[in-house]
C-alpha cells in the first residue's frame, strides 16, 4: 500500500485566494482526519470523518474552512479565502479502529499564503 | 486547555546515552498512549503504544512508562542514537469514537 496519500506537498498562494488540499486514505481504513501543526499550537485536529460522514468539525478555524469526503478514498480541505495565519504544515491521517496502532499520516502539504 | 502536554520543546543527549521524554495529560478518560515521531517533511510515524492496563511497553531500544496515579508517560531510548533526532509526539484518546490528543512535541536532538 502507498499509504496515506496528500496533494500537493506544497503550495504557495496571495492572500485571498482560494487553497484545495487533497487527501487520499489507506484503502480499508473508516476514519479520516484532518490536523494542522503550527508551531504554537503543534498538531492540533481540524475535522474528522467515520465512513465518509463528517463528526466534528469543531476544530475547523473560521468558517472559511471546509472539508468534504465524497467517497471512501478521497477528501479534501478547502479555505476560502486564504489569509497569511493560515500558513502552516496540513497532515490528512486515516485509521481502521485499532486504537493502539493510531493513525497512518501522510507526508503533509505545507501551504505559505503570502 | 491543553489535555496532553509535553513541556520541553526541546532536549539535547548524547549518542549512546539514555533520551527521556516526558509527557502529561489531565484527562482521567484517556485510556491508551501512543508516541509518534516526526522527521522534516514528514508525517508523523507510530512509534510505540501503552494501554491504562499496563505500566510500561517496551519495544527494542523504546520503552514507554505509565504512571496514572500521575497522569505521566515517559519515553526512553536506550541507547541513543543520531537517527533518533526528531520531533517526537505524545498522543492519548479514550475508549470511545474521540480522536487523538496531541501534544506539542518535543523536539530530540542526539550528538555523535
Known amino acids: 500500500d502507498a499509504g496515506v496519500i496528500q496533494s500537493p506537498r506544497h503550495e504557495v498562494t496571495e492572500m485571498g485566494q482560494e487553497v484545495t488540499l487533497r487527501c487520499k486514505p489507506i484503502s480499508g481504513h473508516n476514519s479520516l482526519f484532518w490536523y494542522r501543526q503550527t508551531m504554537m499550537r503543534g498538531l492540533e485536529l481540524l475535522i474528522y470523518f467515520n465512513n465518509n460522514v463528517p463528526i466534528d468539525d469543531s476544530g475547523m478555524p473560521e468558517d472559511r474552512f471546509s472539508a468534504k469526503m465524497p467517497n471512501a478514498s478521497f477528501s479534501t480541505l478547502k479555505i476560502q479565502p486564504s489569509e497569511p495565519r493560515d500558513s502552516a504544515v496540513y497532515f490528512c491521517?486515516?485509521?481502521?479502529?485499532?486504537?493502539?496502532?493510531?493513525?497512518?499520516f501522510g507526508s503533509g502539504t505545507r501551504l505559505t499564503v503570502v | 486547555d491543553q489535555q496532553v502536554k509535553q513541556n520541553s520543546p526541546s532536549l539535547s543527549v548524547q549518542e549512546g546515552r539514555i533520551s527521556i521524554l516526558n509527557c502529561d495529560y489531565t484527562?482521567?478518560?484517556?485510556?491508551?498512549f501512543l508516541w509518534y515521531k516526526k522527521y522534516p517533511a514528514e508525517g508523523p510515524t507510530f512509534l510505540i503504544s501503552i494501554s491504562s492496563i499496563k505500566d510500561k511497553n517496551e519495544d527494542g531500544r523504546f520503552t514507554v512508562f505509565l504512571n496514572k496515579s500521575a497522569k505521566h508517560l515517559s519515553l526512553h531510548i536506550v541507547p541513543s542514537q543520531p537517527g533518533d533526532s526528531a520531533v517526537y509526539f505524545c498522543a492519548a484518546g479514550d475508549s470511545g469514537n474521540t480522536p487523538l490528543v496531541f501534544g506539542k512535541g518535543t523536539r530530540l536532538s542526539v550528538i555523535a
Open positions: 491521517a486515516s485509521s481502521f479502529g485499532q486504537k493502539l496502532y493510531g493513525y497512518t
Open positions: 484527562n482521567s478518560m484517556f485510556d491508551y
